[in-house]
């Protein structure tokens, strides 16, 4: 299993441009989350999905859309950049339920808006 | 909303050392994770606790859940190099487990 990958690993941007980041996952995990990291913080959670097609908003959901059309993908879309979007950027997924929430993480996408 | 505090923020020890962290919250959790952050990684399940009181030892490591549910603690025996990184409590949203709630982190640094 290559567990939860994450696309580009890198990413410049320029303030107003869009883009999607990418995150799947091989273990057919139900639940899937992203999250942010900003220096000296813990991670935040931006929006998460307990299944295809259902989406819900975390604690930092401004300035994303999410979308969960297959059980093994959920990527998250920038729709209009801003220098305060410059993060590291991880997906998440786990089975989910109680004692079953260990949650497995992408390698993360570092985004700097510029 | 749930905050978790983490003390101490950092820490530089000697190999050899015991290392002790915790982690504190203003509401009550069910759960509690510690995960560990390599640099350039993402963040990795170290222990799961989920019954007040308990006491989880991974190796070298030992959690406990805090009997007020409240608060949660790791101790890491005889520290090594490789135990350099970001220590992580985390506990999830009520209701659903796909929520997380991260501390703050504590960075243990290793000095030979």
Known sequence: NAGVTQTPKFQVLKTGQSMTLQCAQDMNHEYMSWYRQDPGMGLRLIH???GAGITDQGEVPNGY??????TEDFPLRLLSAAPSQTSVYFCASSYGGLGKD????????RLTVL | GQQ????????????????????TS?????????????????????IALYKAG?????????????????????NISASIP????IYFCAGPHTGTASKLTFGTGTRLQVTL
């Open chain 1, 48 to 50: 998460y999905s307990v």
């Open chain 1, 65 to 70: 859309n999410v979308s969960r059309s297959t």
């Open chain 1, 102 to 109: 260990t949650q497995y993480f992408g390698p993360g996408t």
């Open chain 2, 4 to 23: 978790l505090n983490q003390s101490p923020q950092s820490m530089f020890i000697q190999e050899g050392e015991d290392v002790s962290m915790n982690c």
């Open chain 2, 26 to 46: 203003s509401s009550i959790f069910n759960t509690w994770l510690w995960y560990k952050q390599d640099p350039g990684e993402g963040p990795v399940l170290l």
């Open chain 2, 54 to 74: 308990e006491l989880t030892s991974n190796g070298r490591l030992t959690a406990q859940f805090g009997i007020t549910r409240k608060d949660s603690f790791l």
């Open chain 2, 82 to 85: 490789s135990d350099v990184g």
